[in-house]
């Protein structure tokens, strides 16, 4: 891939050929999503876990930008397709992933979405932050989440947290009252912006969108893509294996 090495995890605790749903997470801004797969204390009977470090982040390469996470999530789900083809395939995004999430939703067709923490623009998030400086002119990489939801079709539900510094309510609520069809919206109880993916052991929780899986201790392994054959390894930290393509 130019740019660099982006490395892809796929976990699913049953078998390649068990998995009839998969999900495709894309994480919040600097997130490893090793770790993050490491703490899933289990997943549903025929579900997995699918998930890219975006460029410049863990053990990616290159240099991460709005255009290069899209594009690597874009490629990253045709590849699953490729892959797994019997499963059905859902998106969930926290936090800055919420903008790689929605993109890659407006141009491929999921099952469903899930937003965590969502904004309707990183230059609004932004300008809140820092209202002195001249962010328009400044900020290369928008994520304009309101313009890009107007393609998306999945069924789509949102998740909050119950206190958000980092994400105001009223960015999420922008984008809510502007998306284009109907979305499910929750307030996860006694969480923050920070905390609110392990907060009461749910990592995702989308009833009628089925989704739901929690974090809590490791419980099986990560495996590579089996498509991705460009690097794998074995290591010591409870990651079976590992998959790398450029």
């Not at 998740?159 to 609520?173: W, Y």
């Not at 499910?184 to 899986?213: C, E, P, Q, W, Y």
């Amino acid at each position: 891939m130019p740019g660099g090495m982006v490395r892809g995890y796929v976990y699913h605790p049953q078998g390649e050929a068990a998995v009839q749903d998969l999900i495709i997470y894309l994480a919040g801004r600097g997130e490893d999503v090793r770790v993050t797969a490491q703490a899933l204390h289990w997943l549903p009977e025929g579900f997995g876990m699918a998930a890219i470090n975006y460029r410049g982040v863990a053990d990616s390469q290159g240099s991460p930008s709005e255009v290069a996470s899209v594009a690597d999530a874009e490629q990253f789900a045709r590849h699953l397709r490729r892959a797994f083809p019997q499963a059905r395939l859902h998106v969930v995004g926290r936090s800055l992933g919420t903008g790689v999430a929605i993109q890659l939703s407006a141009r491929q067709p999921f099952e469903s979405l899930q937003l965590v923490t969502p904004y309707d623009s990183m230059l609004e998030v932004a300008k809140k932050r820092f209202p002195l400086v001249p962010l328009s002119l400044l900020l290369r990489h928008r994520f304009n989440s309101i313009e890009h939801s107007k393609e998306v079709a999945a069924k789509t539900q949102v998740l909050l947290a119950e206190r958000d510094d980092v994400v105001l309510h009223e960015r999420s609520q922008k984008l809510i009252d502007a998306w284009p069809t109907p979305v499910s919206v929750k307030t996860v109880a006694n969480s923050d912006h920070h905390n609110i993916m392990g907060a009461g052991g749910n990592l995702a929780a989308v009833d009628r969108l089925r989704v739901d899986f929690r974090v809590a201790g490791a419980d099986g392994g990560l495996m590579h893509c089996p498509a991705l054959r460009i690097r794998a390894n074995r290591n010591t930290d409870g990651i079976e294996n590992q998959a790398s393509y450029r």
